[in-house]
Each structure stands twice: as C-alpha cells, then as structure tokens.
C-alpha cells in the first residue's frame, strides 16, 4: 500500500502526448489527491483495501487507517471496473475510441497486461474469475459481443456477440470458473465455457423466469408443436410461425405477443457455494437458479408460527451478497436483510437500517467485513461476526463538484461546494475530508475570501451565502445577501479582500463590501447591454485600486469586447457619492473603457502593462493583446492580436491567472491542464487530469503561494489537487516571495475580520426553506406577483419583481424606497395633475354632448376629441394585431378542419360511384338501404375480362370434349334420360350454391364447384364472384333508385293535395296539423356535406362587400314599401271590397248580411215596413246559413276525399317498400352465400400459402440444421484426433513416470539395501496437499472451487514449496551420502512432478472426452431433429394432396328439405360422393315397387269398402221401415180440416188452387183502379184546397190590416180603460174567457182522443174481418 496521497501512474500506463508535448511537461505537476466517488463499481483489492473509479482515477482507500492512493488513467476517463480481492488484480477499461482493459496488480499498482479487442467504442462490464487468470467483457453499441479472455497470457480464449442487447450484470461462478452469469434488464442466460484443451466455446443457456404471479410455466415450442392437430372442418393446425408468414431465423423464436407474458425483471444476483444463482427482482421475488439444469424456483418465506407473512416478503432487492451463514441484502428501504434459506424457504431477519437506499453490498476476502454501497454516495462498514450498527466508511458527495477554493492563508485548508449546496472542507496536506455542510439549495458558484475565512456561496435564487470556516471542522452560515432575482453566474475576489464581485444574469455585476465587519454590504451595481462571458481581476496593492476587465459577447459582430471599469477604495468609504439614487454606480465613479478585439473569445485575463490573453472560440490558440493606440484600427476601432499560441486542445476553454500573474493556465473540454509562461508562452506543465467523456475541466484555481492546484471536472464528479513536481527555482521563489507580501497586507485585516467573523450568530435556514425548497417554475411564479422599477445604465427603465416585504431584494428594496420618496415629494402635485386631468375630463364630455346636439353638418368626428391620438392608434394597432393573430389561428385551424374534411370526403364520398341513402315507410318504421358501390378500376376490370376469356377458353375447350365422350357413349332409356334432366333442372341452384342468378347475376360463367383444385383456378372464381355480387348489387340499386324516385312524386302531390287541405281548413276555421312528408337525412344524405344558414347560431360575419350589398337590398326594400303604400287605388280597393272586385264561392263561409239599422228599437214600435224589411232580413239569414251549412258539408267531404287519398297513397307505397325490404333481405342472403364462397376460397388459398410457408421454413430449418451437423462432424472428427493425439501424449508421460520409479533401483545400486529401502520408502512419500494461503483460515464460502491450467502450476509450484522441508537434512537416512541425498532429492522432485503431470493430463483427457460426449449428443439431438423435419416435410405434402383433392363445396337446400331427429350434427367422417345417376335408379325403382304396392292397398281398400256399403244399406232400410210405421201412426192420429177434406177428396187441388188465385188477382186489379181514380179525385181536391188557401191568405191579408187598425184603436181603447180605471172588470172578464178557453181546450182535447180510440177499433174490426172472410 502506497503512502496516503501517492499517486502511482505506471510507465505501461502512460499514453504518448498528442502533437508531441514534450515529457517534461507532462512530468512537471503530480496529482496530490483526489476526491469523488462513483456508485457505479466498487471492490475489494484485499481485505482491508477499498477501490473504486472516479473520473480519470482509481482510488484506493484503507479501510482501518482511512488512507487513499490513486491510481491514474493516462489515456483519460475510466470506463468499466473490476477487481478481485483474492488474487489483488483489478482490470479497468478507457473510454477512447477502441478502448483498451489494462490489468494491474496491487499494492505495486503495476500493469500486467493489455487486453486489446475489435471493439469501437466502450466497454460496459467487466468482471474477473474468482481463481485463474480469467476476465470476462462485454461491449456496448455496436458490437454487444462478450468476450473471455485469460490476460495472464493475454489470449482471447473466446467471444460471441448478442445484437442489442444490453447487459446490467456479468459474474463468474465462484466454484467453477466455466460457468458466467450474464443479466440484462428482463432476461438472465448462464453461458458454459466449454474447453477442449486449447480450444474454447461459448454455450448460451437462457433461463425461463417466471412471470410477475410467481408461476413459473414451462415453455413451449412453437416451431415444433408437440403433435399435429388436424380439425376436419378448417383442416391442420400450424405452427403461429407460419400462420405469420415468416419463414428464417425469426420463425424460430417468434411468439405472439398475446402469448408473451411479462416476465419478471433481475435487479441483482450472486453465486452459492453450491452453483446456484440466487436472483432478486423488481417484484419483490427471490429466485433460485441451477446452473446446470437452468431451472428456476421461488424461495417462499417461511410464515411465522400462528401468524400470516410479513409485510417485508415482497421487497424489492437491489444488492446481494452470499456467505457460509446465509444470504445478506438490501433494497431501497435501507434496510440490510439476513435470509437463512433452507429447502426452498427462508427466514429474514433486519440486520441494521441505514436510512439510505442501498445498491451494492460487497464481502471482503476474508468474508469479516460487508460493505453498503448507497446510491447517494455514502459507504458503510458491517461485521457479520459482531451484528453490530453499520460504520459510515467514506462520505462522498452526492452530485458533481461545482467549484473549489482555498482558504486563506492558502497552504492549508481549501473548500469544495456541489451543485446541491454540499459545502466540504478539505485539510489540503492528504485530502482529508475535515468537515460536511448541506444547505439544500441550487449552488451557481463559491468564491473564498482572502481577507477573511469566509466563503461566499452564490445560489440561483439570486442569494449570496456567507459561511464561517474560522473552525474548518464546524463551518456555519453567518449572512445572506440578496442583491437581486437574477441567479449568481460567479463570484470573484480582489487580491486584497475588499471588493466581492458577483456576475449575474442580464448583464448585472453587483459590487459588495468582502468585510464582515460591514455585513457585506452591497456598495453598487453595473449593467451591461451585451452577454458577459467572463471576468477577470486585476488588483493593484500599491494604488490601493481594483480593475474589473469584463469580456462580452457582442451578437452584431463576430468579435469581443473588453470593458474595464475601476474601484477605488473610495467607494467604500464613501459610497453615496458614486451612487446614483437606485443604487447604480455612476460612469464617472468606476471610469469605463472600451476595447474591440479582432476575435471572439469565450475568457479573457488581464495582466499589468495592458497585457490581455484571450481564449479564441472558433480556432485553438490563445491571442495575446496589447491594448495601446498602436494595435487599433483606424476603421473600425479593433485591437489586433501581437500573438497567436497554439493551444493544443479542441472544444470551449478558459484561462486562469495564477496570484503572482507568471502563470497562464488553459483548460478545455478535453480535460487538460496547460500552464504557460505569461512573458514567453512557454508550456511550462500539462497535466491529463480530467477526460472529455466527464466534460472536461470546469473550473480550477492556484493557490496564494502558487504550491498547488484544485481543478473538478464537469460531470465525472472528482476534484483533483495538483502540487508541483519539477519547477524552476526562480518561479518558486518569485511565487513564494508574492505570498510572504501579500500575507502580510493582509495579517491585520484577516484577524480583525476573523474575530467579527466568530462573533457573528449563525444564520437560521429556516426563514428560507419554504421559498428554497419550491421548484424553478413556483419560484419565478412567486417573484413575478408585485413589480418595481429600475433605472439602467442608459437611463431607461427596468420592472423588477419581488414577492414579499420579507423576502424583497436589495434592488427591490432601494427602488421600494426610491418611489416612495418619490410620491411623498410630488404628492401635492400629483393632487393637482389628477384634478386637473379631472376638469379636462369633464370639458371633453360638455363638448361632446353639445356636439351631439348640433346638425350633422356641423358634427365634428368622434376622433376630434382624442388628445393623445398616437396612444389610441397604438392601442388600436395592437388590439388589431391580436385580432389578427387570433384570426390567423383560427383560420389554420379552419384549414386543417377543412383539409380533414376533404379527405374523409373524398375517401367516403366522392370515390363512392353509388352513393349510400336509404328509403323509409310513410306510416311504418321500415327503412330500406341500398348498396353504396365505388367504381371498379382499370385493373379490376381488366383482371375480370381476362378471366371471363380464360373462361370461355375453358367452357369451349371442355364442351369439345364432352361432345367427344357423348359421340362414343350409348344413352340411355328414354325414361332415364328424362328423370336426369328433370334432376339436373331441380338441382342446378343447390350444386351451384347460391341464388344470385334469380337477381341479376350470372353463375353460368363460374367454375363448377367440383373443379377448384388449382390456386389459378380459385383466384378466378374469387373474381368472378366478386363480380356476380358487384352485379347483383347493381341491379337492386337501380330498383331502390326507382322507389326513390317513386317517393319523391309522393311526396310532391302529397304537398300538392296539402295545399288545398290548408286552403279548406283555413276556410272552415279549423286549428288543425297538416301531415307534411319529406325526406330524412338518412334518404338525402347529401345534406350533411351543405350547411344552412338556420343551423349556424352565431352572428353571420360579413365582409366590407357584404354588407354595403345587404345595406343596398333593405334600401331598395324599403322604398317598394313605400311605394305600395303610395298607391290610392290599391288603398281604396281594400278598404271598400278587401282588395277584391267579385266575391268568390270560398268567401262564402265568411260573408253575413248586415243586420237592419233598427234592430236596436223594441219590436212594438217598428212599423210595418220595417217588419218587412226584418222578416226579408230573416228569410235572407236563413237562406245563407243554408248555402254555408252546404259548402261546409261540400268542403267536408273534400277534406275527407283529399286525407283518404293521401293514406292510400302513401300506404301503397310502404307497401312498395316493404317488398323491397323484403327482396333487400332475399338479396342479403344471395351476397352471403357468395361471400362465404369467397370466404371459403380465401381460406383455402391461405391454409395453401400457409403450408407453403412452413414448407420453407422447415426447408430453411433443415439447412440450417444439416449446416450445424457438418460442423458438429467436424468439430468431433477434430475432438477425436486431438484426443488420440493427446492419449499417445499421456501415455508418453505416464510411461516416463513409470520408467522413473522403475529407474530408481538402478541409480542407487550403490546404497546399502537397507539404506535403499529406506531411500524407496521416502521416496513414495509425499507432503500434505497445499493450500492457498490467502484462504486458510478465512469464512470464504468458495475454498472448495475447482481449478484451472493456472491454478495447477501455482498448486505444482506450493508442492515443491512444500517438498522443501522434505528435502532437509533432518529427513536424511543415517549413514547415507550428503551427495547420494542430493541427487536422491533431485530425484524424487522429478518423480512428484512426473505424477503431477499425469494427474493434469488425465484430468485435461477426461474434459477433453466430456467435450466430445457433449458434441456427440448434440449431433445425435440434431440427427432427431433432421429426422423430425423429414417426417414433417412428408406430412405437409399429405395435407396439400388432401388440400387440393378434398375441396369445400356449398350446397343449397331448401328448408324442410333435410330434417334431423336429434339436434347433433352427425359426423360426416365416413361420408363419400357419389354419381346421382345411382342414387336415381334406385328411387326409380323403389317408386315402382312403392306403386305395385300402393295398387293392391287400393284394391284391398275398395273391396273392403264394398262391404261397408251394403252394411249401411241395409241399415238404411231397417231405419225407412221404422219411418214408415211412424208416419202411418200420425196418418191415424191426425185431425181433419175442410182444407186437408178438400186436399184429401179433391182430385185436381191444384188446380183449385190456381183459380182462387186468379180470381184474388182480378180483386186486385179492381182495386188498383178504384186506388187511382180517388187518388185523382184527391188531386183535384188538392187543387181546388190550394185555391181556397190563396183566398185564405188574401182574406187573411186584408184582415191583417183591419187589424193594425183594430190595434190602434185597441191601443186608445185601453188607454181610456186605463184613465176610466176599469181594470177588476177587465180582469173578471179576462177569467171568465180564460176559463171557456181552457174547457174548449179540454173538450178538443177528448174530441182527439175519441177519434184516436175509434180509429183503432175500425182497424181491429177491418183485421178481424180479414182473418175471418180471408175471401173477401
């Protein structure tokens, strides 16, 4: 073990320095230390030696005295990692283009060997065996190959390569080197190393891992099906392979994803003594693998007595390691679980709890001490032994340096912080971690103080972190500064210690005081228009000044620009006169000056006498500048550069200036170091301390006295301390002079500011966490919620933002302040100017106001009143932008909606040649929908048309042959014939299959059913039916078109009858709804691609165009009114006659006669004239309500006659579509039966392609397999020769071996034979098997491993080790030779390593035998295999003879026509076609014997019929007689009547009966006559009442006067009765005569009554005669 600090980086290591950079360059700085950790790969190197990656460097920590030494990559970033604690190698890979693995041995830290491969980019594991010299590798992208190499002898032993895939884990068997365990993210394979004495072979073993439920299924071959299933309806069952179409390699492993399960995913995994694997995972199993047999099992946790499982069973375990006692792991919990496994159950216990996630756990060699790797980049310490709490071993960070510094006074401590604000403080001796601060915050830059032992800490919050590091092992925040919201770029010191410079975001450099005695206070801020790249300080201790050089990007121009302003100490002590109000210096107060360089640079550093040097961007050189009148250009104002120094790096850069300004370094992207001469630009060291795969160098700084150098990384997370190795004595001493005067400007400052630094009280994180902790986007939502203003350097003015009082920034704060005085000054005036603003208000609206009274000539323009006209027009300019962009999105979006519409227009309905719509019912819910068709194109066509020529071609050619066959056949009987025809005719649609030639397609072009055995011919019948169906859908289309249009006249006199409807309904005042039919969506699809203006809601946007037309419209509308309302004529026509001049039958309903003026007056006073004109008046209302009552009824019956029309029509055509929806149904079933056809056909192409498939593959298969035994032959023809070859060998050695002890009499003859046998006894004797040492003793559970080549020359070589101590002269007989001893030991040193020899090569002979037994059983697997493929290829071209031969055929039976008793299926199995002609003779014949029988049935029926007949005769006559004898009794019974006496004694009754007819006939038409003359007596009765009546009526006329004058003198009479008060007497008389009415009345009355009764008694009396003298 190297001394802590040392830093060993062999010669093998070294790699030749590009552009030949001289050695002594290179060997000028060495690495003091390192510091970083890499979770990736960590080992132990012995059994208290830790070892571990980090950047360029492998480090080696000791666990007990916690010392490091480093181990350098000269060739840059490590990439894999690995190392063995057994053997103290570990072999590590670069990250280079073709990298290389370099073996080392420790504690010499020299290098073995050089592993060199064909691999281009990177390694991504590497892993060594646990005995032999063997290394295991595997590469990423794009080889992916895993290699086995023995880098003692550096021979790639063998390699094989896995596309794609990407391994997590490689692991050798610790009990046997030739077993490797290789894991990837889904999968784990154990590989076997095969050996044939010099011969290696790698065998892939993949391991069936259960899936995510724990079951572990077994796997099935899909390639080779375990048998062949064949169904008789769909026939065999092929492999998915084949049904997929595939037919190489990939037929052979695919599998549907359907069938796939999810496996389970490793996580980790290690080696039992016992060869098994146990595997965590993901889901929280524990898995059990046997190398051999590769058969996987879940461990089950053993359940607690009288309890259920913990919930601990299913943690997910990411790190395993495997001892005697049991198994160790751990997960994400932290936690560090024990299992003790025993028959597939285990038992766990907890062991310690960390409290960190765990990723690795590593035993030492010795198996005492177990390491706990975290992912956070902690390490602890546990002893099984002890089961005591883990000890934190090594604290390392857990994200990438960010900065470095050091610490005044520079030689003793220095301070790292990382980008999550870890701050670490570090004893600059041996990189010593001394101390540990985490402020939980995002860190943007740090900065030490060299007037104080302060540390400034810039976050992106904008805030400046002061810490106290006073006491380096307790450092502590003092302060917090918050200058702005802009995050902190950088922070830069002045050599003195006064000035902190704080570059932020923006173009802001803020100014603050470095003292904690002021608190640090914040003295200023510049701004600058352009990106600030960098700054560089310039301090000059005498002038007691600082210069701030700040480099900018300037965007116009390809160049850089330097401005340099200066401070004084002036600004501190007097601040607020170079300050302006919000805190911004004043120009005068820093002096700015500008200078434009001829280049553009990413970092620039100023030198005294206007020196600059500036690293170029675009070119690799470092410019040299001299800014002085001499260098500039006249036009433009650019520096040139004097020099130009290659920089021999490539990607961006930085330079850096040592305190004593003699050294320039460079750093770049390539990780590099170079330190120049600033006088000669001399390389004066370089140093490969960082790689360009971790982003290269980040940032570096010298230290005060110049001894030594902090550089980190960008990304590879170490921090390298250089200290110089060669330097010049001059530069040491000039460096160490300018420390000695700079400590001792600064020894009275630095303890005053020390012991103000100690005083100040720690600074309370707390107040911040809230805001800290809130991520970036929360936390610029925060700072954006009140606004405040600043005033740049151009005076113009910036919005700030701050969240709160509380948490306000400095800026924030002075500017806060600012307005406030501000609005205290100008109060008064701002009063003013509101109210002002307040009057002018109220002027505009008066003006305003008055300005809407005036007349419209004399109006001004509403734009007249704006006083700030540019204001509005801007407004107007941006609200008409947002219009417009807001337009232009919607109009995009209308785009894309009208674009998607095309398409789904043209795709669904401008390609469709018959459009799709549908029909309906009137009165039912029946729709009817036709056939939507696209236009077949050319090359269907042309397809169809030279099929149905190869068609005729073949009906031709086979009607020609039948013709042929018919000539040489014998018919026969003409009965025969003529049932086969009969047959033929009924069986035509039921061997054809379908009925589509009933609707419009043609089946005599089809092939017969019969004949589809070839592919062609089964294409073509595809064809063909496709265009039977294309057909048959064509003709039903032209029918649904017909009833279509059959609909659309419907409905048109529907709504022509309807119009007279409304007219009778609106004549007869009835409020009544009118069936209007029309056409659905669905019947007028069309409807869908137009939108109305009625389905729009929205306001309708019109155009300037627009609506200047539609103004024009309404104008001229308007006027047409006003002109109609001009017309008189018109006027008057409407008010006079309703704007009609004749009065039309329909108006009838609404005409009324006018009542007389006078029917308001009582009816006594009318007059006689007006009771004419009343009753005229009356006679005319009756005879209108009589002609309304007759056209009401008229119209009535109209309405009736029109609805009953409409229901009829309608009705007949629902039946119409009825019958179409019933054909549409027949049709369905025609297009089916050719689609199942098709169907059918198409199956039985692809069963064909599919067997045609699989045929290929299996023929791939066998070549592959017959290729695979050649090769196998030949490897066992080579096995068997090199084994006889290797026999004759052993034989050889065992022969020597035995010739040896066979010798040992002759060569000591001369001994004594007691001596002798002594000497032989000896001679046989052998020392105790050796051990190897680094084992004995230990708890390591892989002592008992096999061993390889190697391990038998190092247990050859223990041997003789150990045949030392037989060789002593303590063991030597008495009285023998000294010399004979010698030469006896020489010799039985020869003997031990003859048997030796022989037990190796028996031993090489038994793997070489085992090796060819394995090969000889492959090649037998592989001859079953080619014999399984035979009988496969057989069994295929069965299956398409029975394919070709055994055809599907659709038949077409009528229903009822075959009828099954039971509803099974039967099986069909047995079933064979035959020729109907056998199956019709023997009907024929069964009918002719079924007619012989039914003959004599019939006659036996007739006969026995017979005698059925005569029995109901005779019966017939039994039951007369007995009528007889009845009606002879009633004959004597009955009662005689004149009419029966006259019936009985008349001989001729007849015709009796016809002259009493006669004479009744004669009666009548005597009768008859007397009817007609007194019907014409009463006629001229009639006539002559009829006169008297119109005498009557004239007497009645007159007497109707005189009685108008009687009433007048009626009238005077009762008003002289009423004067002469006669009214008792009237009343008196009035009862009387009232009395005699009502006994007239009464007597009228019994009159009536009398008459009625007697009425009644002549018709009785008239009835009676009548039934008494019917005669007369």
């Known amino acids: 073990m190297e001394e802590a600090g040392k830093v060993r980086a062999p010669e093998e290591l070294r790699a030749e320095a590009p552009g030949g950079r001289s050695s002594a360059a290179e060997d000028a700085l060495e690495v003091s230390w390192v510091q970083g950790f890499s979770s990736k790969n960590f080992g132990f190197i012995n059994n208290h030696t830790v070892c571990y990656p980090c950047g360029n460097y492998i480090l080696f920590l000791d666990i007990e005295t916690k010392k490091t030494s480093v181990l350098q990559c000269q060739t840059g970033q490590v ?313 934190k071993l090594l604290d390392a960070c857990s994200s990438c340096f960010l900065a470095a510094d050091f610490l005044t ?159 004084s100490s002036a600004l501190i002590t007097d601040n607020d006169k170079y300050v302006n109000e919000y805190g911004m210096f004043n120009a005068s107060a820093i002096r700015k000056d500008k200078y434009d360089l001829d280049y553009p640079l990413s970092s620039a550093v100023r030198l005294k006498d206007n020196l600059v040097y500036g690293y170029c961007t675009r070119a690799p050189f470092i410019c040299k500048y001299h800014l002085s009148e001499e260098n500039k250009l006249e036009d433009p104002s650019v520096y040139l550069s004097e020099k130009r120094t290659p920089s021999n790096q490539f990607g961006s850069g930085f330079l850096c200036l040592s305190p004593n300004s003699r050294w320039l370094a460079s ?65 040491a001493e000039e460096a160490d002079h300018h420390w000695h005067s700079l400590l001792a400007l600064l020894n009275k400052s630095t303890s005053d500011e020390n012991n103000v630094l100690k005083s100040m009280a720690e600074w309370q994180l707390d107040q911040e966490s809230t805001l800290e902790s809130l991520p970036e986007e929360k936390f610029k939502e925060a700072a954006f919620k009140s606004s405040s203003v600043e005033v740049t350097e151009d005076g113009n003015i910036t919005i700030w933002y701050s969240a709160s009082t509380d948490d306000m920034s400095w800026i924030g704060q002075i500017i806060k302040k600012v307005t406030r005085e501000e609005t205290e000054r100008f109060a008064s005036q701002k009063e003013e100017l509101q109210m002002g603003i307040k009057k002018l208000r109220k002027t505009i609206q008066k003006m305003m106001h008055e300005n809407d009274q005036v007349p419209d000539t004399e109006k001004l323009e509403q734009q007249e009143f704006n006083l700030d006209t540019e204001e509005q027009e801007r407004t107007q300019a941006e609200a ?85 066959i018919e000539s040489e056949t014998v018919l026969p009987e003409d009965r025969g014939e003529k049932a086969e025809v009969m047959a033929d005719e009924n069986a035509s649609y039921c061997l054809t299959g379908s009925l589509s030639s009933l609707y419009g397609g043609d089946t005599s072009i089809l092939y017969h059913q019969w004949d589809l055995h070839t592919r062609e011919q089964k294409v073509n019948q595809i064809v063909l039916l496709k265009d039977i169906i294309y057909k048959v859908k064509t003709a039903f289309n032209k029918e649904f078109d017909t009833v279509v249009q059959q609909k659309e006249q419907e409905i048109a006199r529907v709504k022509e009858r309807n119009l007279r409807i409304r007219e009778i309904l609106a004549q007869l005042d009835l409020q009544v709804e009118v069936w209007e039919p029309s056409l659905a969506d669905d019947e007028k699809p069309e409807r869908a691609l137009t939108v109305q203006d009625s389905e729009i809601k929205a306001e309708k946007y019109l155009t300037e165009q627009e609506r200047e037309k539609a103004e024009l419209l309404a104008k001229l509308e308007m006027e047409r009114r006003n002109a109609a309302l001009n017309n008189d004529r018109l006027r008057a026509l409407n008010d006079m006659m309703g704007g009609m001049l004749e009065v039309r039958k329909e108006d009838i309903l609404k005409m009324d006669i006018s009542p007389p003026p006078f029917i308001s007056k009582p009816e006594n006073s009318w007059n006689e004239e007006e009771k004419k004109i009343f009753s005229e008046y009356e006679q005319k209302v009756k005879e209108l309500n009589e002609e309304k ?18 229901q009829e029509t309608t009705q007949h055509f629902d039946e119409t579509v009825c019958k179409l929806s019933e054909k549409k149904v027949k049709l369905e079933m025609v297009i089916y039966q050719e689609e199942l056809k098709i169907v059918y056909l198409v199956y039985a192409l692809l069963l064909d392609e599919e067997l045609g498939t699989r045929e290929a593959g299996l023929h791939h298969f066998l070549v592959k397999k017959e290729n695979e035994k050649i090769k196998t032959a030949r490897t066992i023809q080579t096995a068997k020769n090199k084994i006889e070859a290797y026999r004759d060998t052993r034989e050889t050695a065992t022969a020597e071996e035995k010739n040896l002890e066979c010798s040992f009499t002759k060569h000591f003859a001369d001994v004594p034979a007691n001596l002798r046998d002594e000497l032989f006894q000896l001679y046989k004797h052998r020392p105790k098997a050796p051990v190897t040492g680094m084992l004995l003793g230990t708890a390591n559970p892989y002592v008992d491993c096999s061993g390889s080549a190697e391990d038998h020359k190092e247990a050859l070589t223990l041997l003789m080790k150990a045949m030392d101590e037989l060789d002593s002269s303590e063991h030597m007989p008495k009285g023998l030779n000294p010399s004979v001893w010698e030469h006896f030991c020489l010799a039985r040193r020869k003997k031990v390593k003859s048997e030796e020899l022989v037990k190796w ?212 009479r009762r008003h002289i009765f009423e004067a002469a008060d006669t009214q008792h007497v009237s009343q008196r008389i009035a009862e009387q005569r009232y009395q005699e009415i009502l006994k007239q009345k009464h007597l009228r009355g019994l009159v009536k009554e009398q008459e009625e009764q007697f009425e009644i008694l002549q018709g009785e009396v008239a009835r009676l005669r009548s039934r008494t003298f019917p005669i007369l």
């Not at 060699?365 to 390490?379: A, E, F, H, R, S």
């Not at 992106?460 to 770029?489: H, M, W």
């Not at 009552?1189 to 409409?1206: D, M, V």
């Open 1401 to 1612: 090569k028996d031993r090489t002979l038994t793997e070489m035998q085992t090796f060819l037994q394995r090969r000889m059983d492959e090649n037998k697997k592989i001859e079953s295999q080619i014999e399984a493929i035979f009988q496969e290829l057989t069994w295929l071209e069965e299956e398409k003879m029975k394919l070709q031969l055994n055809l599907t055929v659709q038949f077409l039976l009528k229903q009822g026509q075959v009828e099954l008793q039971s509803a099974d299926i039967p099986d069909y199995t047995d079933a064979i076609l035959i020729n109907k002609s056998v199956i019709e003779e023997l009907n024929c014949a069964i009918m002719a014997q079924g007619e012989k029988k039914i003959a004599s049935m019939v006659e036996c029926k007739d006969f026995s019929k017979g005698i059925f007949q005569l029995e109901w005769q005779h019966k017939k006559m039994r039951m007369q007689i007995e009528d007889l004898k009845q009606k002879a009794q009633d004959i004597v019974t009955l009662p005689i009547s004149k009419d029966r006496q006259l019936f009985l004694t008349e001989l001729n009754y007849d015709s009796n009966i016809e002259h009493r007819i006669s004479v009744m006939e004669q009666t009548l038409g005597i009768m008859d006559k007397l009817h007609k003359k007194n019907v014409k007596h009463q006629q001229k009765r009639i006539k002559e009442l009829e006169k008297c009546i119109s005498l009557k009526e004239q007497e009645n006329y007159e007497l109707s006067l005189e009685l108008k004058e009687m009433l007048v003198s009626v009238s005077e």
């Open 880 to 964: 008409e932008q947002k219009v417009a962009t807001v337009r232009e999105e919607i109009e995009m979006k209308n785009l894309a909606n009208y674009y998607l519409q095309n398409v789904i227009k043209h795709e669904c309905w401008d390609a469709m040649y018959v459009k799709g719509r549908a029909v309906k019912c009137f009165h039912m819910a029946c729709e009817v929908k036709n056939y939507p068709l696209q236009e077949r194109s050319e090359e269907e066509l042309e397809t169809l048309e030279k099929v149905l020529r190869l068609q005729k071609i073949e009906t031709a050619d086979l009607k020609k042959k039948n013709v042929e």
């Open 409 to 567: 006074p520079g030689n003793k401590y220095c301070v790292s912080v990382t980008a999550s604000a870890e701050v670490q403080v570090w004893l600059l001796e041996d990189g010593t971690c001394l101390s540990k601060l985490n402020l939980n915050i995002e860190a943007t830059a740090m900065a030490c103080c060299p007037s104080s032992n302060s540390v400034a800490l810039g976050t992106r919050r904008g805030q400046i972190y002061f810490l106290d590091i006073t006491n380096a092992e307790a450092p502590r925040v003092v302060y917090r500064i918050f200058p702005s919201k802009f995050p902190v770029l950088s922070l830069h010191y002045d050599q003195s210690g006064q000035f902190l410079i704080a570059r932020a975001t923006e173009g802001h450099i803020f100014i603050l005081d470095a003292r904690p005695s002021k608190l640090f206070q914040v003295l200023g801020y510049v701004v600058f228009a352009d990106e600030i790249l960098g700054i560089s300080i310039v301090s000059d201790l005498k002038d007691d000044t600082v210069e701030v050089v700040v480099l900018l990007n300037v965007a116009e121009v390809q160049r850089a620009r330097l401005e340099i302003f200066f401070l």
């Open 667 to 731: 750093a770049a992207k390539d990780g590099v170091l170079f330190i120049y001469h600033t006088f000669t630009m001399d390389i004066l060291a370089q140093k490969h301390c960082h790689s360009y795969q971790g982003g290269g160098i980040r940032s570096m700084v010298f230290s005060l006295d110049g001894k030594f150098i902090l550089v980190n990384g960008e990304k590879d997370g170490a921090l390298v301390c250089l200290k110089w190795k060669k330097i010049d004595n001059i530069e």
């Open 79 to 391: 990439g894999a990692f690995t190392a063995n604690g057994n053997r103290q190698v570990l072999a590590f890979s670069d990250r280079k283009l073709n990298p290389i693995i370099y073996v080392c041995t420790f504690p010499e830290l020299n290098k073995l060997t050089e592993l060199k491969g064909n691999v281009q980019l990177d390694y991504t594991l590497l892993a060594l065996s646990f005995t032999g010299s063997y290394l295991a590798s595997y590469s990423s992208i794009p080889e992916f190959v895993l290699s086995v190499w023995n880098w003692q002898e550096n021979i790639l032993l063998c390699s094989v390569s896995q596309p794609g895939v990407t391994a997590t884990s490689l692991s050798f068997n610790p009990m046997n080197w030739q077993q490797l365990c290789f894991v990837n993210e889904s999968s784990i394979t154990v590989w076997h190393i095969e050996r044939n004495n010099d011969e290696h072979h790698l065998k892939q073993n993949p391991v069936k891992l259960p899936n995510g439920q724990d079951s572990t299924s077994p796997g099935e071959d899909l390639f080779f099906p375990v048998s062949h299933s064949e169904d008789q309806y769909y026939g065999p069952v092929l492999p998915v392979s084949a049904i997929a179409g595939l037919v190489g390699d990939e037929a052979e492993t695919f599998t549907p994803r359907n069938d796939t399960e999810p496996s389970v995913h490793p996580t980790a995994h290690c080696w039992t003594a016992a060869s098994e694997i146990y595997m965590g995972c993901k889901e929280g199993f524990i898995l059990a693998i046997d190398a051999k047999t590769h058969s996987v099992s879940v461990l089950q946790q053993k359940p607690p007595p009288g309890g259920k499982p913990e919930d601990l069973q299913k943690t997910a375990l990411f790190a395993m390691a495997f001892c005697n006692e049991g198994l160790y792991a751990a997960g994400r919990e932290g936690m560090l679980f024990f299992y003790h496994i025993k028959d597939g159950q285990y038992e766990m216990k907890i062991c310690t709890d960390i409290l960190q996630p765990i990723s690795s756990l590593i035993f030492s060699p010795d198996y005492t001490i177990l390491l706990l790797i975290t992912d956070q980049g902690t390490v602890y310490t546990y002893k099984p032994a002890h089961s005591r709490e883990a000890v």
């Open 1189 to 1206: 009552e007759k056209y009401r009824g008229a119209l009535e019956n109209e309405l009736k006659k029109l609805e009953a029309s409409i």
